[in-house]
């Protein structure tokens, strides 16, 4: 089955400054590749996707990158503010048992500083 | 406004009892999922189900059981409740597709369930 492994696992950041989450992925023949953010006490919601027919995607101050090839992803968030302190999800959809289903990475806790 | 509702925020349960969790959303969404979360470990899946009556195993289904009797419903059940079985619970629903439409999961608020 798919694996996902997710770096670093806390990030602690200066408000304004750039962060960046790493995520690779086993499984070749996975095609879709979100990101979560989980804000304390909170449930995960979804903040940006990206398919595997795109390289860059970009919403606001966020932004997701994929190489293929190499079998990675990343999430870029710049100009950070107290309200991007989180913890971050990425993910990788695969099929089996005739369903398609999300492999989760272990999270990263993304704290700026003020 | 799409909503997925777990029945319990925080639940305590005694060693030994037999737990349900419920979850129901409203979206008539295919498949369902429940994740446990524990700091550290991540979202990890224990069982999902793609239809009505179906059931599969995720990563950890050990100790769990699964009830899909009606598309908008899924429940987990904790035969023996052990203090291992301590975490948070998450559901989670979407869409099933062969394209590419939108495969994000929609999440549910958790339930935390402690098992003294």
């Known amino acids: 089955g798919e694996n996902v492994e997710q770096h670093p696992s806390t990030l602690s950041v200066q408000e304004g400054d750039s962060a960046v989450i790493k995520c690779t992925y086993s499984d070749s023949a996975s095609n879709y590749f979100p990101w979560y953010k989980q804000e304390l006490g909170k449930r995960p919601q979804l903040i940006i996707d990206?398919?595997?027919?795109?390289g860059e995607k970009k919403d606001q101050r966020i932004a997701v990158t994929l190489n293929k090839t190499a079998k990675h992803f990343s999430l870029h968030i710049t100009e950070t503010q107290p309200e991007d302190s989180a913890v971050y999800f990425c993910?990788?959809?695969?099929?089996?048992?005739?369903?398609?289903?999300?492999?989760f990475g272990k999270g990263t806790k993304l704290s700026v500083i003020p | 406004d799409v909503k997925v509702t777990q029945s319990s925020r925080y639940l305590v349960k005694r060693t030994g009892e037999k737990v349900f969790l419920e979850c129901v959303q409203d979206m008539d969404h295919e498949n369902m999922f429940w994740y446990r979360q524990d700091p550290g470990l991540g979202l990890r899946l224990i069982y999902f189900?793609?239809?009505?009556?179906?059931?599969e195993k995720g990563d950890i289904p050990e100790g769990y059981s699964v009830s899909r009797e009606k598309k908008e419903r899924f429940s987990l059940i904790l035969e023996s409740a052990s203090t291992n079985q301590t975490s948070m619970y998450l559901c989670?629903?979407?869409?099933?597709?062969?394209?590419?439409?939108?495969?994000?999961?929609?999440f549910g608020s958790g339930t935390r369930l402690t098992v003294v």
């Open positions: 990206i398919r595997s027919n795109v």
């Open positions: 989670a629903s979407s869409l099933y597709g062969q394209g590419p439409s939108n495969y994000g999961y929609t």
């Open positions: 993910a990788a959809l695969g099929v089996g048992a005739g369903s398609y289903q999300l492999t």
């Open positions: 189900s793609y239809d009505v009556k179906m059931k």
